[in-house]
C-alpha cells in the first residue's frame, strides 16, 4: 500500500509564498491524481480563506481543535473543497494563543501533532500527501509540523535582498528536531518563489540560494513571478482554478511533479 507523505512548508519569514505553495501544490498534486489534505497551522487561516467551502472562523474543525481537544482526531474533522481528492482542516485566528497553551499543556506540547497522526492510521491511508501551512515563525506550532513531517520545504523568494537573513535559525531548529525529536525529518527541496528572469537581483540570488543550500537540495523548477498568482489569491481560488494557462499553473504542475519524483525517489508515498 502507498505511504502518506507528509511535508512542512516552512520559513520564519512571512509574504515568501508558502501559503501560495501548499495550496497550488496541493492542487497540482490532485492533478496527478493523488488524494491531499491540507492542515492549515497559521492564525492568519489564508490557505483556509482558499480553499475552505466555509468561513474558517466559523467551523468547530480547526486546527486548533484537533492540537487542543484529546478527543477529536484528524480523519473525523478535515473538510471538503471544491475538489474531491483536495480535503483541509483549516487554520483558526485561536491558533495565535496556541503556542501559549501547548508550552503548558501536561502533555509534551510540541508532539502534539506528531502523536494526532501517529494515533489515526485511517488518515495515513487515505491520503497520499499531507501538507502543512506553518505560521511565518520558529515557534511550537512550526517544531509541531517539522516534528510530525518527513520532509520539509523551505520557499524562499528571489526577490530580496534580506531572502536568506535568518534561514541559518530555520537550519538550527530543524537539527534540533532531528536530533530529538525526528531522525526521519529530510529537506525535500528549496523552492526558489517570485522569481524573475529579467532581473540580475533575481538571478543573482537563484545562485546564491543554491550556494547556501546545495545545488542538489533546491528544486529544478522554480515560481515565476505572475499576477495571475495575485490575481487567483484576491478571488479565494488556486491558480489552476483561476488561470490554467498561466505560467504559475505551469510552474505549480512542474513542482508538483518534482514533489512526488523526490519523494517516491526516497522511499516515501511510494
Ligand atoms: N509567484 C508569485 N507571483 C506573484 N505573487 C505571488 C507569488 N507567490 C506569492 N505571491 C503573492 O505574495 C503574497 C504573499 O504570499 P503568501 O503565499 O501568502 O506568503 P506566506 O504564506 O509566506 O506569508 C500573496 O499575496 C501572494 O498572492
Ligand atoms: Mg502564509
Do not use: W
Amino acid at each position: 500500500m502507498a505511504k502518506c507523505c507528509i511535508l512542512s512548508v516552512c520559513n520564519h519569514k512571512g509574504g515568501v509564498g508558502k501559503t501560495t505553495t501548499v495550496i497550488n501544490l496541493a492542487d497540482g498534486l490532485t492533478r496527478l491524481d493523488k488524494n491531499v489534505l491540507v492542515l492549515d497551522m497559521d492564525a492568519q487561516a489564508n490557505a483556509s480563506h482558499t480553499l475552505s467551502k466555509e468561513s474558517p472562523y466559523a467551523s468547530q474543525f480547526t486546527m486548533y481543535n484537533v492540537l487542543m481537544d484529546k478527543a477529536k482526531i484528524l480523519s473525523t474533522s478535515y473538510q471538503d473543497t471544491r475538489n474531491d481528492k483536495l480535503k483541509i482542516i483549516p487554520g483558526h485566528i485561536s491558533l495565535a494563543g496556541a503556542e501559549h497553551e501547548l508550552r503548558s499543556s501536561s502533555i509534551v506540547g510540541a508532539l502534539a501533532l506528531q502523536r494526532k497522526i501517529e494515533g489515526d492510521p485511517v488518515i495515513l491511508d487515505t491520503f497520499d500527501y499531507i501538507i502543512v501551512d506553518c505560521p511565518p515563525s520558529l515557534g511550537l506550532l512550526t517544531v509541531n509540523a517539522l516534528i510530525a513531517s518527513d520532509y520539509y520545504i523551505v520557499p524562499v523568494e528571489a526577490s530580496s535582498i534580506y531572502a536568506l537573513h535568518g534561514i541559518k535559525f530555520l537550519q538550527e531548529i530543524v537539527e534540533d528536531v532531528k536530533a530529538q525529536a525526528n531522525d526521519n525529518l529530510s529537506l525535500l527541496g528549496v523552492l526558489v518563489t517570485m522569481f524573475d528572469h529579467r532581473t540580475n537581483i533575481s538571478k543573482a540570488l537563484r545562485t546564491e540560494i543554491g550556494r547556501h543550500f546545495g545545488k542538489e537540495n533546491v528544486f529544478g523548477t522554480a515560481i515565476h513571478r505572475n499576477t495571475a498568482i495575485e490575481q487567483a489569491t484576491l478571488n479565494r481560488n488556486t491558480i489552476f482554478e483561476h488561470s490554467p494557462r498561466a505560467a504559475g499553473s505551469r510552474d505549480y504542475l512542474d513542482i508538483a511533479k518534482e514533489v512526488v519524483r523526490r519523494s517516491e525517489a526516497r522511499g516515501s508515498a511510494i
